[in-house]
């Protein structure tokens, strides 16, 4: 079970408004998003992003349905291309990056990131992006 590093300083870190907007650019399995997303008003917006596209299967069981989050993904890099698209310039709250792969990741052996446990080499964050060795 994946534990959220930060959960318990969000409010401390970010310093939260009820309609403040902010960007979660590591979603993983959806802690921190849903913690930012209870301390939000209606108004309030959350976007988070997450390369590896599993994360996408997270969001869609923790944030069903809100109007005020969205899922990007996408790698955090490209974060400026979606500060224009949704017009954010100047109204960004706070942004948190947790940087760095979850447990969720290190534990299935198929995601390739493992020491501990046999698997495929693969080490790809999105695991439908880029080029896959075979040995």
Known sequence: MHKSAFLNNIDKFLNLKKDGIYLDCTFGCGGHSLKILNKLGFNGKLISFDFDFNCFKFSNNIVKNDKRFIFINDNFINIKKYINKFNLNKKIDGILF??????????????????????????????????????
């Not at 052996?109 to 880029?130: A, H, V, Y």
């Open 98 to 135: 947790d940087l760095g792969i979850s447990s969720y990741q290190l534990d299935n052996p198929l995601r390739g990131f493992s020491f501990m446990k046999d698997g495929p080499l693969d080490m790809r964050i999105n695991q439908n992006f880029g080029f896959k060795a075979s040995f």
